[in-house]
Nanobody, 120 residues
Framework: QVQLVESGGGLVQAGGSLRLSCTTS????????MSWYRQAPGKERELVAS????????NYADSVKGRFTISRDNAKSTVYLQMTSLKPEDTAMYYC?????????????WGQGTQVTVSS
């Protein structure tokens, strides 16, 4: 069974930090590009950050550059999102996403999400 389980969300004041984790199983983690998406109520889901299979390259949404850091531990099949200087605009459900690097037509895997709420 393929599983992606997010954790680490919660309520934090503006300016605070949170570290999200996505622990996976059921697939070859090291062969997948991992990403974090988020979706706020009434808004479309957006890509927050992504990291290549080897972790040698990362990509961030402009809104989080300099504040968020995505990383992965292939030995633990886990991807992280370190979030600092959080803003109320960061409030959203955050989802873990896995995309196989070799087959672009293969459907990605999704976690069920973890809620991040940033108060002013």
């Amino acid at each position: 069974q393929v599983q992606l389980v997010e954790s680490g969300g919660g309520l934090v004041q503006a300016g605070g930090s949170l570290r999200l984790s996505c622990t996976t199983s059921g697939f070859v983690f090291s062969s997948y590009i991992m990403s974090w998406y988020r979706q706020a109520p009434g808004k479309e889901r957006e890509l927050v950050a992504s990291i290549t299979d080897t972790g040698d390259s990362t990509n961030y949404a402009d809104s989080v550059k300099g504040r968020f850091t995505i990383s992965r531990d292939n030995a633990k099949s886990t991807v992280y999102l370190q979030m600092t200087s959080l803003k109320p605009e960061d409030t959203a459900m955050y989802y873990c996403h896995a995309k196989y690097v070799a087959y672009s037509n293969l459907d990605p895997y999704w976690g069920q999400g973890t809620q991040v709420t940033v108060s002013s």
